[in-house]
């Protein structure tokens, strides 16, 4: 500070303006290094911006083509169960038409053995 307060107010202006441009260059190098990450920032937030709205449309279409699965799995299992229940009747439906043979073939058998020869 006395080397300061010693100079001729020429040197001190000199020396005042080389500061003032010696602090300037180093804030716009501050700034641009800021910058610079800020820029970079940026530009990663719009990518992720980018990722996240694929990510959203790519999710619905799962969970579109889910329900269509679900849907295909109901409509197979319910499939399945006609199924059973058709078995299910075509058994009734056998057994019920063998009692029926054997009635017809008991009766038949008793009438010929009734029959006067």
């Known amino acids: 500070m006395l080397l300061y307060i010693k100079l001729r107010p020429r040197q001190r202006e000199k020396r005042r303006r080389e500061a003032i441009t010696a602090a300037t ?8 290094h800021l910058n610079v990450g800020v820029a970079q920032a940026y530009m990663n937030q719009r990518k992720l911006d980018h990722e ?3 990510l959203q449309v790519q999710a619905a279409q799962f969970a579109k083509q889910t329900g ?3 849907g295909m799995v109901e409509n197979f ?3 399945l169960k006609e199924i059973g229940d058709v078995e299910n009747w075509a058994r009734s439906i ?5 009692t029926i043979a054997t009635a017809l073939e008991y009766v038949y058998k008793g009438q010929l053995q009734s029959a006067p020869s």
């Open 68 to 70: 269509q699965w679900i």
């Open 25 to 32: 260059c180093l804030t716009e190098a501050l700034v641009d």
């Open 77 to 79: 299992n319910q499939a």
């Open 94 to 98: 056998e057994l019920d038409m063998r």
């Open 52 to 54: 996240v709205k694929t």
